[in-house]
């Protein structure tokens, strides 16, 4: 059975930091590429990061320069370390686990909350 769990989320003040995990299980964690998404009220699902099983990384326009991912693969588990917040990043953010175009898992999401 896959799981793909996140935890890490909270309430944070403006400028803070934050650090996400994201452990999977019943897969080879080290084929997928992994990412980390986030939806805020109102809003679609965009991507914030994204690190391929080589170990490239890319991100999303708003949180470049703030936001670092990286992959433990002896742990399993892709983090998503959070600096500077402000309060556009609140949101619920997921981790996808994703192997091609028909094998893609995500987890139950954590809140994340910026106060200004």
């Known amino acids: 059975q896959v799981k793909v769990m996140e935890s890490g989320g909270g309430l944070v003040q403006a400028g803070g930091s934050l650090r996400l995990s994201c452990a999977a299980s019943?897969?080879?964690?080290?084929?997928?590429?992994m990412g980390w998404y986030r939806q805020a009220p109102g809003k679609e699902r965009e991507l914030v990061a994204h690190?391929?099983?080589?170990?490239?990384?890319r991100y999303g326009d708003s949180v470049v320069g703030r936001f670092t991912i990286s992959r433990d693969n002896a742990k399993n588990t892709v983090y998503l370390q959070m600096n500077r917040l402000k309060p556009d990043d609140i949101g619920v953010y997921y981790c996808?686990?994703?192997?091609?175009?028909?094998?893609?898992?995500w987890g139950q999401g954590t809140q994340v909350t910026v106060s200004s």
């Open positions: 019943g897969i080879t964690f080290s084929i997928y590429n």
């Open positions: 690190i391929s099983r080589r170990g490239s990384t």
């Open positions: 996808n686990a994703d192997l091609n175009s028909s094998t893609s898992y």
